[in-house]
């Protein structure tokens, strides 16, 4: 199954994170997409996104001054 993509470059902090959440809340559990963003922000946003989520975050890369985020939706708790 390929990754679904999303980009939210040029937008700031919260809307990377709100976009990506709905998109995520949209995917059943397993699937994965890759988030490209310009904010400096994103960097720790995304890693407190998976961290407090049920979503992982399975690789982060910078190319340019464009932060490149692989996320995998994770199962929902009960």
Do not use: Q
């Not at 959440?21 to 988030?35: F, H, N, S, Y």
């Not at 992982?56 to 692989?70: D, I, M, P, S």
């Amino acid at each position: 199954m390929a990754a679904k993509e999303l980009d939210v470059k040029g937008l700031h902090c919260p809307l990377p994170i709100l976009r990506t959440r709905a998109l995520l809340d949209k995917m059943t559990p397993g699937e994965e997409v890759i988030i490209y963003a310009t904010d400096p922000a994103s960097v720790i946003d995304f890693k407190h996104f998976c961290n407090t989520t049920e979503n992982e975050l399975l690789a982060h890369e910078t190319r340019g001054e464009v932060f490149v985020y692989h996320i995998r939706r994770g199962t929902p708790a009960p």
